[in-house]
């Protein structure tokens, strides 16, 4: 099993860009998550989603966008990039009857110029 | 605002100490709570849970303690070894859904 996977691990986006961030899970879990990690903070959460064809807004969600079309995957998108959107972002997903622990993609390091 | 927090940013002991990393959380009503380690350049990995109605439980060279009283939670790692140096972060479970990070703990090994 390749766990959760994350498109692309790097970008360089200029203001008011646009882009889409993949991430794709092959352990049929119900739950996944879409974080932001800034320096000397936690992850933060953005938005997630509890099933195929729902999301739910998280800590951060202004600015980003996100669709769970299929339940492997989950996308999030940056409409018109901005830089405080500087950040990594990480994909996690987990079981939906717990334990609640989440499994945590590799990263994408974005930043916007 | 957090609502869970760590006491030190930062951490450094000597090969084979045992190590402490603290963590307090401000929700009574949260009833999981984990740890993850995360080394440069890579996402979080889980290293122990533990559910509210317990006090104590333990991995390999992990322990994890959790005091309700005063809503702290601890995580005790033994004989530490160079390859535990990472960024170690608690999280909490309030909504059944939503894990809240802190800000972690780096801890460095010394040789």
């Known amino acids: 099993n390749a766990g959760v996977t994350q498109t692309p691990k790097f970008r360089v986006l200029k203001t008011g860009q646009s882009m889409t961030l993949l991430c794709a899970q092959d352990?049929?879990?119900?739950?996944m998550y879409w974080y932001r990690q800034d320096p000397g903070m936690g992850l933060r959460l953005i938005h997630y989603?509890?099933?195929?064809?729902?999301?739910a807004k998280g800590e951060v969600p202004d600015g980003y966008n996100v669709s769970r079309l299929k339940k492997q995957n989950f996308l999030l998108g940056l409409e018109s990039a901005a830089p405080s959107q500087t950040s990594v972002y990480f994909c996690?997903?987990?079981?939906?009857?717990?334990?609640?622990?989440?499994?945590f993609g590799p990263g994408t390091r974005l930043t916007v110029t | 605002g957090e609502s869970v927090g760590l006491h030190l940013p930062t951490l450094s002991v000597q090969e084979g100490d045992n190590s402490i990393i603290n963590c307090a959380y401000s929700?009574?009503?949260?009833?999981?709570f984990i740890w993850y380690k995360q080394e440069s350049g890579k996402g979080p990995q889980f290293i122990i849970d533990?559910?509210?109605?317990?006090d104590k439980r333990q991995g390999q060279r992990v322990t994890v303690l959790l005091n309700k009283t005063v809503k702290h939670l601890s995580l005790q790692i033994a004989a530490t070894q160079p390859g535990d140096s990472a960024v170690y972060f608690c999280?909490?479970?309030?909504?059944?859904?939503?894990?809240?990070f802190g800000k972690g703990t780096t801890l460095s090994v010394s040789s």
């Open positions: 996690a997903s987990s079981w939906r009857e717990g334990p609640y622990e989440q499994y």
């Open positions: 999280a909490e479970n309030q909504a059944g859904t939503a894990l809240i």
């Open positions: 352990m049929n879990h119900e739950y």
């Open positions: 989603s509890v099933g195929e064809g729902t999301t």
């Open positions: 533990i559910r509210s109605n317990m």
């Open positions: 929700n009574s009503a949260s009833d999981y």
